[in-house]
């Protein structure tokens, strides 16, 4: 029951702002998004992570095609619920501070995308899956297009284009699936149950991996990602990147390692390369942006190439890096996009070079500032630690060449964060940022909960890592009963 509530709570909500209208929308729509929260820490509280799948209900849908509404949280659900609802009141709590307009609009979008995201993490039927990854792409199309910037029609129709031939091709794979099952059924038992051909495998994961690698995205499918996230409002990418790309890290995890192990291990390492060769990419054409959001951007690739690398490692360490790195990317980087909305809010621009000197008007804000990009370099007590410290872990183990080349992250990153804080806060004050005002009241009721997340996972990474560790044991399961263990 309380898994169909998180799914279907934010739509009744996004129904009630909409008649609700301008003035009562951002009231309700964040006492509803709190509610949401109160919810996914019941589940939380409740949860008994050795018994597998938690919350489970199976109501038939489509009795014709075998299609039914099964839903349930096993520790990584859980884990992305718990994401996905912490971050949602944060999101538009910070809209309000922006200068969106029509927040009624971007209010009933977000709360649909909410559901839609959690009917994904929490689906255990294939075609329910499908259903709600499409639900969720069209409420951040629409937010990409009503409230980006002037380039926004442009930008958001190559998003379109990438994201409907990922879907294409995932339909293919799930259809192809669903015929060569031993019983005509989309249930997750009987997917994972169904025995392929190497050839088969192959072409699936083929299928699967574009689909979920445009979502992520891994280089070379990137390329929508840096122009969608400067051109979209700053609370439509922290939607963006704080929780949409989840989802295709957790397509990999729940719908490609259980079901094709062959196929893993014969072409898991480029998937692998792919992500490392994305890592190195990315955080070199971070080091030259001249604008903090777009550098956001090319962060975020690299962030998610590591964490993309970990996936293929079919290792606990490399699993439980994987969902703990997830988590970290969502809080940390909506942390560092709501810096970015503060800093155009203050100055009007988001280019490193007309900006500096910040911390002498805005002492707070450069102490938030400064805890927030320690934790995206990962450093130790932070929530960025943990994931990348078990990543390498992971990677090592099957090649520590390649763990050296992906390492090399670290100090790139340390370059580019730590350069880029250097120009926007330090030297000598501005006289065009002299009547700049520090944080408001609601400016610092975002940043805190960020700020005290980023240390509680940093500190006690058990309270995540004991949760997910009985699901990425039984995925582990499935997969080497097929495979040999990986050295």
């Not at 597998?52 to 109501?59: R, S, T």
């Not at 490609?256 to 390369?273: F, H, N, R």
Request: glycine letters at 8%; hydrophobic letters at 60%.
């Amino acid at each position: 029951m309380i898994t169909t509530l998180l799914i279907f709570f934010p739509l009744v909500a996004a129904l009630i702002v909409f008649i609700a209208g301008q003035r009562m929308a951002p009231a309700i729509g964040i006492i509803a998004t709190l509610i949401e929260f109160a919810l996914g820490i019941f589940a939380y509280v409740n949860f008994d992570a050795a018994a597998g799948w938690n919350y489970e209900i199976v109501l038939p849908w489509i009795s014709t095609l075998n299609i039914n509404y099964a839903v349930g949280m096993d520790g990584i659900s859980l884990a992305l619920v718990l994401l996905t609802t912490f971050l949602l009141p944060l999101i538009l709590l910070a809209s309000l501070s922006g200068s969106l307009k029509n927040k009624k609009g971007f209010y009933v979008l977000a709360l649909i995308m909410q559901s839609a995201l959690i009917g994904v993490f929490t689906s255990k039927d294939l075609f329910l899956f499908y259903i709600f990854w499409e639900l969720a792409l069209i409420p951040i199309y629409f937010i990409c297009l009503l409230w980006g910037d002037e380039n926004r029609k442009f930008v958001t129709f190559k998003f379109f284009i990438y994201t409907l031939f990922g879907s294409l091709i995932m339909l293919a794979a799930i259809i192809y699936l669903y015929s060569v099952a031993p019983v005509k059924s989309f249930a997750m038992e009987n997917i994972y149950n169904t025995s392929l051909t190497t050839c088969e495998q192959v072409w699936i994961f083929a299928a699967l991996f574009l689909a979920f690698g445009i979502k992520m995205p891994v280089f070379p499918l990137h390329t929508w990602q840096p122009s969608t996230y400067t051109s979209a409002p700053v609370a439509g990418t922290m939607l963006l990147s704080g929780i949409m790309l989840k989802m295709g890290i957790y397509g990999v995890i729940r719908w490609i390692l259980p079901v094709l192990p062959t196929a893993l291990m014969d072409w898991g390492w480029l998937a692998m390369l792919l992500a490392i060769i994305g890592i190195i990419y990315a955080s070199i054409i971070a080091i030259k942006q001249s604008n903090y959001k777009t550098l956001i951007a090319y962060v975020s690739i690299a962030h998610v190439g590591l964490i993309a690398a970990g996936l293929f490692t079919n290792s606990v360490e490399g699993l439980q890096g994987v969902i703990a790195q997830m988590l970290a990317h969502g809080v940390n980087v909506v942390g560092i996009l709501f810096v970015v909305e503060i800093l155009l809010n203050r100055t009007g621009t988001l280019e490193i070079a007309k900006l500096g000197g910040l911390r002498n008007q805005m002492p707070q804000f450069a102490v938030f500032f400064v805890v927030i990009m320690m934790a995206s370099i990962a450093l130790p007590s932070t929530n960025g630690f943990v994931g990348e410290f078990l990543l390498f872990v992971g990677i090592f183990n099957i090649n520590p060449y390649l763990a050296a080349v992906a390492g090399i992250t670290i100090i790139l990153g340390a370059v580019y964060m730590l350069s880029s804080y250097q120009k926007i806060m330090l030297g000598e004050a501005r006289s065009e940022y002299d009547g700049v005002v520090d944080l408001t009241l609601l400016e610092k009721s975002i940043l805190i909960p960020i700020v005290i997340v980023i240390f509680v996972l940093g500190l006690f990474p058990n309270l995540i890592l004991d949760l997910t560790e009985p699901a990425v044991n039984g995925i582990l399961h499935s997969v080497h009963n097929s495979i040999p263990v990986a050295n």
